[in-house]
């Protein structure tokens, strides 16, 4: 099966600037993660869908931070505007339902200069 | 809050050595565990995971990890390291309520293979 797909696998900004990550889960996958792994931690979770709508979203910056998944598919994650401490490896995950294994992509790095 | 520690920033074995790598969880119930390894540049791959029953648990790659609740611990083991082994490694517990599958990861430990 194909595994998780994002783009772009990096992208380098100006703070200020906004930025887009795309995410294209495995094919009927409901539910939909987004994660941020600065250098040295982690991944953390910023949001979770199930289907089309949010469950959540407790760690989002919402001040800058915004993620979609229309139609319950591909997903967007979108910063704006960007501050250096946003750069970091964003990683997309996706699971057949919320309590099955996530399968993840290879992420998104993106540097705020 | 529930949380796991990864008490080794870096560990380096030589090939055909055996690792253990340390991960200690904080959580009131019966956990679900899991061990990641991510590759550089790649995303993170799933080694095992233990919700419960046997608490010595096979997984890929020949990892294996025992569940010891006495000591808070779900530590990773090899018997024997591949070169091919180098990567980080994460120790992560399903955290949060009805929204499921919520994992929190520790920090990490980054395994260096000496040939």
């Not at chain 1, 994650?77 to 699971?95: F, G, R, T």
């Not at chain 2, 380096?12 to 991510?38: D, K």
């Amino acid at each position: 099966e194909a595994g998780v797909a994002q783009s772009p696998r990096y992208k380098i900004i100006e703070k200020r600037q906004s930025v887009a990550f795309w995410c294209n889960p495995i094919s009927g996958h409901a539910t939909l993660y987004w994660y941020q792994q600065i250098l040295g931690q982690g991944p953390k979770l910023l949001i979770q869908f199930q289907n089309n709508g949010v469950v959540d979203d407790s760690q989002l910056p919402k001040d800058r931070f915004s993620a979609e998944r229309l139609k319950g598919v591909d997903s967007t994650l979108k910063i704006q505007p960007a501050k250096l401490e946003d750069s970091a490896v964003y990683l997309c995950a996706s699971s057949l339902d919320p309590n099955s294994p996530l399968h993840f992509g290879n992420g998104t790095r993106l540097t705020v200069t | 809050a529930q949380s796991v520690t990864q008490p080794d920033i870096h560990i380096t074995v030589s090939e055909g050595a055996s690792l253990e790598l340390r991960c200690n969880y904080s959580y009131g119930a019966t956990p679900y565990l899991f061990w990641y390894v991510q590759s550089p540049g790649q995303g993170l791959q799933l080694l095992l995971k233990y919700f419960s029953g046997d608490t010595l648990v096979q997984g890929i790659k020949g990892f294996e990890a025992e569940f010891k609740r006495s000591q808070s611990s779900f530590n990773l083991r090899k018997p024997s390291v591949h070169w091919s082994d180098a990567a980080e490694y994460f120790c992560a517990v399903v955290t949060g309520g009805g929204g499921g599958n919520k994992l929190t990861f520790g920090t990490g430990t980054q395994l260096k293979v000496e040939l």
